[in-house]
C-alpha cells in the first residue's frame, strides 16, 4: 500500500517562501497524476495544484496561478510544492494524493500546516 507523506510546512511570514514535499513509499507514484489540496479552518478542502505522471502537464487554482509551482522527480518518488509570495489565506493544511483513476484521489498524507502571518 502506497504512503504519501507531506514535510516542509511551517510559519512563514507574509511575502515568503516555502517548499513542500510529498514522499511516497511502499510503492511507486511515477504512472500518477499527483495533486496538492489545503484545507483551512471552518473551510472545506479545496484543490491547489495537480501534475501529470510525466510532470509535463500541470494545473493551479486561480488563487495560486503565478505564485506556486508543482514538480515532481519521479526518480525520488517525490512531488512538490514551491510556494512563493505567500498571503495569509495560505494558511491551511496541505494534502498531497495520487489520481487513482477519473476524479477519484487517493493514498492521502497526513497533511503539513502551514501558517503564513501578515
Known amino acids: 500500500q502506497v504512503q504519501l507523506v507531506e514535510s516542509g510546512g511551517g510559519l512563514v511570514q507574509a511575502g515568503g517562501s516555502l517548499r513542500l514535499s510529498c514522499a511516497a513509499s511502499?510503492?511507486?507514484?511515477?504512472?500518477?497524476?499527483m495533486g496538492w489540496f489545503r484545507q483551512a479552518p471552518g473551510k472545506e478542502r479545496e484543490f491547489v495544484a495537480t501534475i501529470s505522471w510525466s510532470g509535463a502537464d500541470s494545473t493551479y487554482a486561480d488563487s495560486v496561478k503565478g505564485r506556486f509551482t508543482i514538480s515532481r522527480d519521479n526518480a525520488k518518488n517525490t512531488v512538490y510544492l514551491q510556494m512563493n509570495n505567500l498571503k495569509s489565506e495560505d494558511t491551511a493544511v496541505y494534502y498531497c494524493a495520487a489520481l487513482l483513476s477519473k476524479n477519484q484521489w487517493g493514498y492521502w498524507g497526513q497533511g503539513t500546516q502551514v501558517t503564513v502571518s501578515s
Open positions: 511502499g510503492g511507486t507514484v511515477r504512472n500518477y497524476a
